[in-house]
């Protein structure tokens, strides 16, 4: 499996890239300089030379949403930059260009609860789009970017229709800063019988929450993007997760909105205290900083306690990664869901 980071525009501040195996580009944060890339790539430019580089058009982050079609299947407007029209043939030009490895078909993202016929639209168009697009050169890998909002029906007949061509995998779309929780695994558990013997790349966009990372890996997903690691340390939080101690849970549990276990060092509890933010942890910041200089970088609002609490956050997802990568090698990839919310989660009432 692969954890894909987003952090809106590149790197965050001071953050090595040796931190981030696989990262995601926004198209719109890129395409005002898109004349640079005829002579030197995006990974180059953003100084990723060490990760692989997935091209998506959303920007995530974003509550709205900033991709909007039409009745042309082959165009459309991104907010970012400046409401700007775009092709398909500009898009894949981009693409070539700018010697990304993973590339997201071209699509309308249709967000959750869009209604049903622009749903319904997403889904027909994306397929229209992904044959348009095989037919542009690109030196990446070209991934079917499946569209249809929460409509089940929409998602399922794109996903069959792309799983038909020749591309790389597929990469389920339109999950945008709020698209987490039941709702996003809802559509993740309707759509992964059809994908039971697929053997490509199977992607899932969105904030990437752990136990939706989880979950979907459950049923067969591969490939996550994630911005939660970043969007934790911009409130001042840090995961509180110990892989190293744990026990299986074979039980079938009700799905409900449990929570990961967080710490806000914005609390004025660990002004004083000593030791790492999380016993046992190996990242940098826990085993170079103690809990209290962080509450106080916080207080005196200095940018490296967001930075400090990235690297901490993203130890925590390279670790879900060999807690899901364990389970997969035991064959108990069924039991992932039930293990991680016994023994990582607080119950709703709990929070």
């Known amino acids: 499996m692969e954890i894909v980071y987003y952090t809106g525009r590149g ?11 696989s990262l995601q580009l926004c198209l719109g944060h ?61 898009y894949m030009s981009f693409a070539q260009d700018t010697k990304t490895q ?33 037919n542009y050169p690109i030196s990446g890998k070209l991934l079917g970017n499946v569209q249809g909002g929460d409509d089940i029906e929409a998602r399922v007949l794109c996903l069959k229709e792309m799983i038909k061509r020749n591309i790389d995998g597929v990469w389920f779309g339109g999950f945008y800063a709020d698209d987490h929780g039941v709702a996003n695994r809802d559509i993740v558990e309707a759509v992964s019988e059809y994908l039971i013997d697929y053997k490509k790349i199977i992607g899932l966009s969105g904030p ?70 999380v016993p046992g942890c190996k990242c940098m910041t826990c085993t170079h900083h103690h809990a209290g200089y962080i509450y106080h970088l916080l207080t005196v609002q200095e940018m490296t306690a967001h930075t400090l609490l990235a690297i901490h956050n993203i130890e925590i997802f390279e670790n879900l990664k060999k807690f899901i990568s364990d389970l997969k090698d035991q064959n108990k990839l069924d039991q992932a869901f039930s293990t991680f919310v016994r023994n990582f989660c607080t119950s709703p009432a709990e929070y």
């Open 11 to 21: 790197l965050p501040p001071y953050l090595s890239q040796h931190n981030l195996s």
């Open 30 to 90: 890129f395409y005002e300089s898109r004349n640079l890339f005829k002579s030197i790539s995006l990974q180059e430019y953003t100084g990723n030379t060490h990760s692989n580089i997935f091209l998506m058009i959303k920007d995530t982050m974003s509550k709205g949403n900033p991709i909007q079609g039409g009745v042309k299947h082959s165009e459309i407007t991104v907010s970012i930059p400046k409401n700007t029209k775009i092709t398909i043939q500009e």
């Open 102 to 134: 993973y590339v997201l078909s071209f699509a309308e993202e249709a967000v959750i609860q869009s209604g049903y016929k622009r749903a319904q639209r997403s889904a027909k168009n994306a397929v229209l789009a992904l044959d348009e697009c095989l």
């Open 208 to 277: 990437g929450r752990p136990l939706d990372i989880v979950f979907a890996a459950s049923k067969g997903f591969t490939h996550f993007e994630t911005f939660w690691p970043f969007k934790l340390a911009g409130e001042g939080k840090a995961l509180s997760i110990n892989f190293e101690n744990y026990s299986l849970e074979e039980d079938n549990i009700i799905d409900r909105e449990y929570q990961e276990v967080t710490i806000d060092l914005n609390n004025t509890d660990f002004r004083f205290q000593k030791g790492p933010l």
